[in-house]
């Protein structure tokens, strides 16, 4: 993700804070990937106005930054790497599950962000992201990487989809499908 960093002067200590302990907890438990998100999602939370990091515990809006993150990124599956429970996570933190959970329902609704929004994403789960791959074109939704190469060029530059998929990753894309079930007449 490309959000900028901006972080209004008014809330530069509590971001730094917030960034800081999602940091430590990245560090110990995640990776450079969520902590890189967590920054953004900061970030674009300090800059709201009013902005909701302005009231409450720092530590409770760190753990539902990357409470919403995980969210987003499937970490409290434990099929997934990494993976950790809501509990787990809360712990980190020192608060409890059901207040990260309220405080990432209200970033949820004030961000508009969705299960496996592209925006929030992590960049090595972009590729097998459905949502990050349609695109319209003349009135039909299709996935872009089943698309002419030159579309996926436009649409890259547009901003549409993150990247010009390789053909090996298309080719590896269409062989990964399950075979469609035919039925007889």
Known sequence: MTASLKVPAAMLETYEWIVGATNDVCAAHLNEEYAELARSLAAALSRKRPSPLASGSPAGWACAILYTLGRVNFLFDRTQTPSMTAAELASAFGISKTSAASKSKKIIDLLNIREMDPAWTLPSMIGDNPLA???????????????PREIQEVACRKGLIPYVPLEEEKAVSVAARPPVARTKR
């Open 133 to 147: 791959w349609f695109i319209q074109v003349d009135g039909l939704i299709g996935d872009a990487r089943q698309l």
